[in-house]
């Protein structure tokens, strides 16, 4: 009986502990690979052939959650890069109080995380395993700067303070976003990757117009949305994964053809 209860215990603590540490990722990690693999399908020849030779042949995609996976490093050593993968503000901002905002941010963030690693990954005097991690930074961050609430607001964490229902357990609307969305629809990466990039050149390079203070503003308003409407829904389910799937799905799409813009044009200059 004891022993029953000690393992009851042991299963409620680990269960406790898996929600907790997914409150710190991103996308989860189908969203990640999504965003990575459609990445990949739409580089140029250039950013292809640089691309095999820094990750020695493997995807994009397998390398795509490697930064959240390195918060589990017992020697600490990528501690430094932990705020890397958001920013926030307040709510109500204008694009020119937001860049200016971004441009004075306190802290390191998505922003200048994603500016560094550009730097970084241009710069060919680097030795190759730096430029390999600014890569692996670019692929995953570029992902996160579409997953709305990664622009979100400082009291509430992103939405990781906002408790939620999804249909029947309890978490909280950032991981909503990051992963219970994604994972309802059960495709594949590669599936969803193949559902989603089926755009002409036209409408992709609409979709990756502007530049990175651009989409993050993109983002915020989203974000402020998605903040918004979450008073009216008392539990979230079918109905709120039916009215955001569109925009789930722009977003995925946004995420994979701004990431294949930047790379095609760091490695234009190599
Ligand atoms: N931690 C604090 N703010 C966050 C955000 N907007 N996204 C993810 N993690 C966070
Ligand atoms: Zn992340």
């Known amino acids: 009986?004891?022993?029953?209860?000690?393992?009851?215990?042991?299963?409620?603590?680990?269960?406790?502990?898996?929600?907790?540490?997914?409150?710190?990722?991103?996308?989860?990690?189908?969203?990640?690979?999504?965003?990575?693999?459609?990445?990949?399908?739409?580089?140029?020849?250039?950013?292809?052939?640089?691309?095999?030779?820094?990750?020695?042949?493997?995807?994009?995609?397998?390398?795509?959650?490697?930064?959240?996976?390195?918060r589990s490093d017992s020697t600490h050593s990528w501690q430094h890069t932990f705020n890397w993968h958001y920013v926030n503000f307040q709510s109500g901002l204008t694009f020119e109080q937001l860049s200016v905002n971004l441009e004075n941010y306190?802290?390191?963030?998505?922003?200048?995380?994603?500016?560094?690693?550009?730097?970084?990954?241009?710069?060919?005097?680097?030795?190759?395993?730096?430029?390999?991690v600014s890569l692996y930074f670019l692929i995953h961050l570029i992902?996160?700067?579409?997953?709305?609430?990664?622009?979100?607001?400082?009291?509430?964490?992103?939405?990781?303070?906002?408790?939620?229902?999804?249909?029947?357990?309890?978490?909280?609307?950032?991981?909503?976003?990051?992963?219970?969305?994604?994972?309802?629809?059960?495709?594949?990466?590669t599936e969803y990757s193949s559902l989603l990039d089926i755009h002409s050149k036209k409408v992709n390079k609409n979709l990756a117009s502007g530049d990175l203070k651009y989409w993050i503003y993109d983002s915020y308003l989203l974000a402020d949305k998605v903040y918004d409407e979450i008073k009216t829904y008392e539990k979230l389910d079918y109905q709120y994964a039916y009215y955001h799937k569109e925009i789930l799905d722009l977003q995925l799409l946004k995420g994979g053809l701004r990431l294949a813009k930047v790379l095609n044009e760091i490695f234009s200059s190599y």
């Open 143 to 189: 992902g996160d700067l579409e997953q709305p609430l990664h622009i979100g607001r400082e009291e509430d964490l992103g939405g990781n303070k906002i408790e939620v229902n999804w249909f029947s357990s309890k978490t909280n609307l950032h991981s909503v976003w990051d992963s219970k969305l994604i994972d309802y629809y059960k495709y594949s990466y």
């Open 1 to 70: 009986m004891r022993q029953i209860s000690n393992k009851r215990f042991c299963l409620v603590v680990f269960a406790m502990l898996l929600t907790f540490s997914a409150e710190l990722h991103a996308w989860g990690l189908t969203g990640h690979r999504v965003v990575a693999e459609i990445a990949e399908r739409n580089l140029n020849r250039k950013a292809k052939k640089e691309i095999k030779k820094l990750l020695e042949g493997s995807s994009m995609a397998y390398w795509a959650n490697w930064p959240d996976e390195i």
């Open 106 to 132: 306190p802290v390191e963030n998505i922003y200048s995380a994603i500016n560094l690693n550009t730097t970084k990954l241009k710069n060919k005097s680097l030795s190759l395993s730096e430029r390999r």
